[in-house]
């Protein structure tokens, strides 16, 4: 037991990796109760929203207003996703503690998704990170597709480091590294880390996993045995994987606290709490979400 | 990687622990061609059915069809469950090269599952191990419960050696270890496995985990880095948990496959027969399977 963290700190990014790859809309008003919900469960940090553009996002237009009407818990940091300076300004106005910013390892990800190559991305990011700042944000440095990616395949640890040393130079507090397609096996979460961990403290590592093959939760552990005790999660694995519509996205919140009791490491986050929070937005979005505990206490009534 | 082993040897048990778990019955028929496809995947060993009473598991009234109409690969071990003299007498007439005896590490549970006391258990047991040996038979001894029981919580283990020692010691060649809940996480095996592997060598133990909370691939990686080397497991999930309907039985073949070969571990399976036979079954039972890697691989097309 002395090989895993003592207490592990979980960001819910739910409101907004979650629900931007859902198809239907959650109402403004379900979307603060909800997160008035998340906020008295314990968890630490909250994503609670995009700041791109609606026209890209459009389940998460209302992020100005979610921003402003939410109840803020002096407990937990409120952080929101950033693409731009445009973005940060709407966020700063909204309120946030922290800002996220987020491209890709690799060349054609980046490109799909922010129409930028990377290179051209860095400048843009830079200036994000240098406001932020300025303004006395935390900023997150979320990297995707670190281990494959949908369009050129097995992604090399030096190409993550190549972005992740960019980001850390240009100011970024900690790193977010993304299994976006939710292909990883603990042997890459391994080979990355050996890695990451020469050139940065692991506090300043957070990993971000998705659970499209129901890998999540193996690579979560390998990711402890390394010493990270940083994870992202999305409540009952809410959203889904934009390259296979049908497909499971994040990691579920719940698996993970499962997980994490069951092996007697703290989160400060009750269960039960984000149990009915999983179960408020699911009635909501009007599906069942992947999360396999979640459907168990489901069926336990 | 060295710590993981080269070889995993799977024994598809979706024909007998997945389907009786499902409340759909599938045509003998059916049941026929789909075990035949997965004759023809490359795993080593598939539990065919089970000779309980018809009363207790109808979806399985039709063993001994099944085990005479089965086209019969000589690279595979067919085996199926015993309860028994009368349903190995059954089993041995419809052909088996190895006969699985059970029974279960929390004396609660073996009385609701069967009906007798622990104690009681035994002889029964011992007279069909050693008919079965005489028989020239392999012989699987299944204990359920060995983390926690649906009736008595946490099994200690001491209580799962107890019940391991008299199965070794009438005979059996080999022990299955079910965590029938699936409520284990990583530190519950490597307790249990750092006893049990004191007594007996790794290959004669088995891991046989439900994913009914989504601990199963996690506890696999925890079990191959104890040297543990033969997992059963249910296409696609099949099957369902007893204990609450409508959440997730055994381990999924397809994600273990999944985590396997991206580890780089032979198995001998050719993963696009399994993904076939996955498809071919939630097809005659009219529900998506709980697999994960299935689902993306459905969701792909």
Redesign the interface.
């Known amino acids: ?1 002395g090989r895993w963290p003592e207490f592990v700190q979980i960001k819910e990014v739910g409101p907004r990796d979650g629900l931007q790859n859902e198809k239907n809309r959650v109402a403004t008003a379900d979307k603060i109760s909800w997160i008035n919900m998340l906020s008295d469960s314990g968890v630490p940090e909250i994503e609670y929203s995009s700041f791109v553009h609606p026209k890209w996002v459009p389940q998460l237009s209302d992020a100005h207003e979610v921003g402003k009407k939410i109840k803020r818990n002096p407990n937990v940091r409120y952080s929101a996703l950033v693409p731009n300076r445009k973005g940060l300004e709407l966020a700063l106005e909204a309120g946030i503690d922290g800002a996220s910013v987020f491209m890709s390892a690799s060349e054609t990800h980046n490109k799909k998704n922010i129409n930028k190559s990377i290179g051209e991305t860095y400048p843009i990011l830079g200036e994000v990170i240098k406001d932020a700042k300025r303004a006395g944000k935390l900023v997150t440095g979320y990297v995707s597709t670190v281990f494959d990616c949908p369009y050129e395949g097995r992604i090399r640890p030096d190409d993550v480091i190549r972005v992740c040393d960019q980001l850390m130079e240009d100011g970024v507090d900690d790193l977010s590294l993304g299994d976006t397609i ?7 979460v391994e080979a990355l880390l050996e890695e990451l961990l020469k050139r940065y403290p692991k506090d300043k590592l957070i990993m971000h996993f998705h ?5 999540a ?2 690579n ?3 990711s402890m045995e390394y010493g990270i005790s940083r994870f992202d999660s999305s409540i009952g694995g809410l959203g889904g ?1 934009p390259y ?5 996205g994040n990691v ?1 919140t719940n ?1 993970v606290l ?2 994490l009791n ?3 490491i703290k989160t400060g986050i009750e269960e039960k709490k984000i149990q009915e929070a999983a179960l408020f937005i699911q009635n909501k979005l009007g599906k069942s979400l ?4 979640l ?2 206490a ?3 009534g």
Not at 244 to 248: D, L, M, Q, R, V
Request: glycine share 12%; proline share 8%.
């Open positions: 037991m939710g292909t990883a096996v603990p042997s890459q659970d499209t093959r129901g890998m939760i193996a979560i552990m390998t994987c296979a519509p049908g497909a499971s579920a698996d499962y997980l069951g092996l007697g992947p999360s396999k505990s459907a168990y489901v069926a336990q």
